[in-house]
């Protein structure tokens, strides 16, 4: 399929017609953006309208227009002005990271978390550090490529220490114009995500549920909130 590539990576294409899980940084209880600038929920009715009025559209602009209710689900992956590097990418395209469990979801995004606050130096505060998440659904129909079990033979697809091998899978996928892959979770034993490199295969974004993560800088330890003041998981994302 690809130079440098073996084709027994891409021998074995599904379709998926299934709903992930999208897990991202987003307030339990949401703000209006113009609560300090107006009077009365009239008056911030009004300024919405205006600044729907005003700004540029794009189709679907509930999931392509930041700040709108969808945007996080769908659209900010492929919005230029958020990409980065990541596993399948190389920061010159986006792509779309969805689960197929919300367990894989945390595993996941709770790794990250805890190495930002590792790269900030904020690992070694004395209180615990909170942040506030929330999961979507997006329903997801495409003809993708099945990396899963995949990782016996080409253990570099769930490595923590390089990227170099997924960028080469990532910009196949990305030049060949191809929808993307279910692929094993480097975080999860077992767990699975689904990884699409175009918005055309996502729709109906739903609301699924909202976790607080609190990390304990003296442990390591992760605990993770579903409901308000109980603890749903515990993890050990760094150990």
């Known amino acids: 399929m690809a130079a440098g590539l073996p084709d027994a990576l891409f021998d074995n294409p599904i ?8 897990n991202f940084v987003s307030l339990r209880r949401s703000r209006d953006l113009f609560h300090r600038l107006v009077d009365n929920d009239e008056d911030s009715a009004a300024a ?8 540029g559209r794009k189709d679907q602009p509930l999931i392509n227009r930041p700040f709108e209710p969808w945007y996080g689900v769908v659209g900010f992956p492929f919005d230029h002005r958020n990409w980065a590097q990541s596993r399948y990418t190389n920061g010159s395209f986006g792509v779309w990271y969805g689960s197929r469990s919300v367990e894989t ?36 129909d495409a003809l993708v490529f099945d990396l899963c079990d ?5 253990p570099a ?49 739903r609301d699924y549920c909202h976790l607080t993560y609190r990390f304990h ?4 330890r992760m605990e993770v ?9 515990t993890l050990r994302p760094l150990a």
């Open 105 to 140: 979801t945390v595993a996941e995004t709770t790794y990250h978390f805890a190495r930002e606050l590792a790269g900030r130096g904020q690992d070694r505060h004395d209180r615990p550090i909170i942040r506030e998440r929330c999961v979507k659904t997006a329903h997801v």
């Open 225 to 233: 909130e579903r409901e308000p003041g109980a603890v749903w998981m």
């Open 157 to 205: 697809l769930v490595a923590s220490d390089s990227y170099d091998f997924t960028h080469q899978v990532g910009r196949a996928i990305h030049e060949g114009h191809h929808p993307g892959l279910v692929a094993p979770s480097a975080r999860r034993a077992g767990g699975m995500n689904i990884d699409i490199f175009s918005p055309n295969y996502l729709r109906n974004p």
């Open 15 to 22: 379709h998926i017609r299934e709903d992930a899980f999208r």
């Open 217 to 220: 800088p003296g442990d390591g």
């Open 48 to 55: 919405m309208k205006a600044e729907m009025r005003t700004r």
């Open 150 to 154: 995949k990782e016996r033979d080409f």
